[in-house]
Each structure stands twice: as structure tokens, then as C-alpha cells.
């Protein structure tokens, strides 16, 4: 199982992350109902997903705000070698400690 190393709020902190891995916001399509809701996800170059939608940096976060969203992140994974395994969670569903990265 993979497991986080961070979990961000701070804008600055995800752009790092991603940035560093090659990455750039996108989106994938909302097949729901709540046309407002998107689906917010890293383009990471190679990934070959033509479905996605990429995004400026402003309204990637704007987005990110709006879902109330937290950055779950791996700096490397179990092999050593720079991870890109990252997702997008809930604020709500964690239980984060005053002073904490999130």
C-alpha cells in the first residue's frame, strides 16, 4: 500500500510538488450532475489522457478552494525513486492537528 508523506492546503506547496514532477492542473470531465463540481487531477507529462482539461494555476486553486480540498502526497515511493502518486481528498474527512501541514 502507498502511503502519504504530506497532506497540503498551501497553494505554494502543491504548485512545488507538482511542478517538480513535470506536472500541470487539469481537469476530467464531470459525467455527474453538479456541472460545478469538476474533478481536479495532475497532467503529468507522458500520461497521454486526451479527456483532460488543463487549467491555469489560478483557477486550478480556485477549484481546489471551492471542494474544499486537501493535497495528499508521496515525496518517494517504497523503490527510492521520486513518487508522483498524489490525490485530492476532503478536508472534512481528516483529522488534522492545529500546526500541522494541512
Same mark, same amino acid.
Given at each position: 500500500?502507498?502511503?502519504?508523506?504530506?497532506?497540503?492546503?498551501?497553494?505554494?506547496?502543491?504548485?512545488?510538488?507538482?511542478?517538480?514532477?513535470?506536472?500541470?492542473?487539469?481537469?476530467?470531465?464531470?459525467?455527474?450532475?453538479?456541472? $460545478? !463540481?469538476?474533478?481536479?487531477?495532475?497532467?503529468?507529462?507522458?500520461?497521454?489522457? =486526451?479527456?483532460? &482539461?488543463?487549467?491555469?494555476? +489560478?483557477?486550478?486553486?480556485?477549484?481546489?478552494?471551492?471542494?474544499?480540498?486537501?493535497?495528499?502526497?508521496?515525496? $518517494? !515511493?517504497?523503490?527510492?525513486?521520486?513518487?508522483?502518486?498524489?490525490?485530492?481528498? =476532503?478536508?472534512? &474527512?481528516?483529522?488534522?492537528? +492545529?500546526?500541522?501541514?494541512?
Amino acid at each position: 500500500m502507498t502511503e502519504a508523506d504530506h497532506i497540503y492546503t498551501d497553494h505554494r506547496d502543491i504548485r512545488s510538488w507538482i511542478v517538480k514532477r513535470d506536472g500541470e492542473p487539469a481537469i476530467l470531465p464531470d459525467t455527474g450532475e453538479n456541472e $460545478h !463540481n469538476v474533478r481536479l487531477v495532475i497532467d503529468f507529462h507522458g500520461g497521454g489522457n =486526451d479527456e483532460l &482539461s488543463h487549467l491555469s494555476w +489560478e483557477d486550478f486553486f480556485l477549484a481546489f478552494e471551492e471542494q474544499n480540498l486537501a493535497f495528499v502526497c508521496q515525496d $518517494h !515511493n517504497a523503490f527510492g525513486e521520486v513518487s508522483r502518486f498524489c490525490s485530492f481528498v =476532503d478536508r472534512k &474527512s481528516l483529522q488534522l492537528e +492545529e500546526g500541522g501541514e494541512a
